[in-house]
């Protein structure tokens, strides 16, 4: 056993090398990561530390629910629309595209890109404002999905114990929103986790966050995010006959292109190239320029569209009668619940005394599937699923 150790120490010292001789000054190195609680069995394994939380992430429960959560457009019969599982990976692939030309450290750009969207609630962004407006009346705060991504990273896999990941990980999935638009990002001074859980509960009392990652690599992902859903929610509408390609503003065809495919191309290149041997990661003038229009074409078009929201009044009504019978279930005790029986059993006492009932039900709705939300509902509240839009 103790060969084992040797040899996997000396895989890992090779990969060490290999980061000091290609990684750019700027880079999060392996050897910097920081963790909540010690861990002696990292020592005597191959995996550097961003790696190892990569897989920690990969093998949770919470990343295997991806598969079954909304990225823009749910209830509709399309099997080739985009659902959270494929967001994620795109982000991961042209993140680390991007990382590789800076001289990134490529493995904290996919552990972060594969956690940053855990914490989603059913029904995407639409089932984040509805469970804010429960979360908030019932103080717990306001629901940001960043946060519940660390949430159940952090705090609730492992049955309470979280996965014990590095803080340059949780710091850039806090800071990942994609949404706000940027032109340039720069690193903010590293944190501590004190620091950390100090921004967080700050968070939880604010409508809109907009933290800066203290890392290159969480600055990559952040933009990423923006490129991987810009180009494909486009594409995703036109499948569905909610935009025609020519209603792409023409400044943006012109500069980024029509088509997912060359978007994506184009905002990774100028992105790489504008950030090269910089100390921020960024767009060029005009590129921003026509990103933020594309933007607010998306939003005008896509997002805010009312034929895409006309079955979300059936979902909101899920939600609230869900919330409502679970926190209710919590004080009377009731043991049948499956809030006790899927969630709570097996539980740590260390989460259950730590957090409020209101707490307690946010984190296992927001932990919940599409499909799964609407099984826990009663028939008369269940939406059909729709043939087109």
Do not use: W
Not at 24 to 48: G, I, M
Not at 57 to 80: E, G, P
Not at 288 to 296: Q, V
């Amino acid at each position: 056993m103790n060969d084992t150790f040797e040899k996997a120490r000396e895989l890992k010292d090779l990969l060490t090398l290999r980061e000091n001789e290609n990684l750019c000054s700027l880079a999060c190195f392996s050897h910097t990561a920081l963790r909540r609680h010690k861990e002696k069995f990292t020592e005597n394994e191959y995996r550097q530390a961003f790696s190892a939380d990569s897989d920690r992430i990969l093998n949770s429960l919470a990343f295997t629910r991806y598969i079954d959560k909304t990225q823009v457009f749910s209830l509709i019969n399309n099997d080739h629309l985009t659902h959270r599982v494929i967001h994620v990976q795109l982000v991961s692939r042209v993140a680390r595209t991007i990382g590789r030309y800076l001289g990134l450290n490529e493995d904290l750009i996919e552990a972060v890109s594969l956690g940053h969207d855990i914490g989603h609630t059913p029904f995407g962004h639409d089932g984040e404002g509805f469970l804010s407006k429960l979360t908030h009346a019932h103080g717990a705060g306001f629901f940001h999905h960043n946060l519940q991504s660390i949430q159940f990273l952090d705090r609730i896999e492992k049955n309470g114990k979280g996965l014990n990941l590095s803080l340059q990980t949780m710091d850039a999935i806090i800071c990942h929103d994609g949404e706000t638009h940027s032109k340039k990002l720069a690193p903010q001074k590293p944190r501590s986790f004190e620091e950390l859980d100090l921004m967080m509960d700050k968070m939880r009392h604010k409508k809109v966050c907009d933290a800066v990652p203290m890392t290159m690599e969480g600055c990559v992902v952040r933009m990423a995010d923006t490129i991987s859903y810009i180009g494909r929610d486009l594409e995703d509408a036109i499948r569905l006959k909610l935009v025609n390609r020519e209603d792409i503003p023409d400044r943006c065809k012109a500069i980024l292109g029509q088509t997912n495919g060359t978007i994506v191309f184009n905002l990774v290149t100028d992105l790489i190239t504008t950030s090269l041997n910089q100390p921020f990661i960024g767009f060029s003038d005009s590129i921003a320029a026509a990103l933020k229009t594309l933007k607010a074409f998306n939003y005008k078009n896509i997002y805010k569209n009312p034929v895409i929201k006309k079955h979300l009044s059936s979902i909101e009504e899920i939600f609230c009668f869900l919330f409502e019978k679970y926190l209710t279930d919590l004080e009377k005790g009731n043991q049948n619940s499956v809030i006790f029986t899927d969630f709570l059993f097996g539980m740590s006492p260390g989460y259950r005394a730590q957090h409020s009932y209101p707490e307690i039900v946010r984190d296992y709705i927001s932990g919940m599937t599409d499909s799964y939300l609407i099984r826990q509902a009663p028939f008369h509240l269940r939406p059909d699923s729709i043939e087109n839009v």
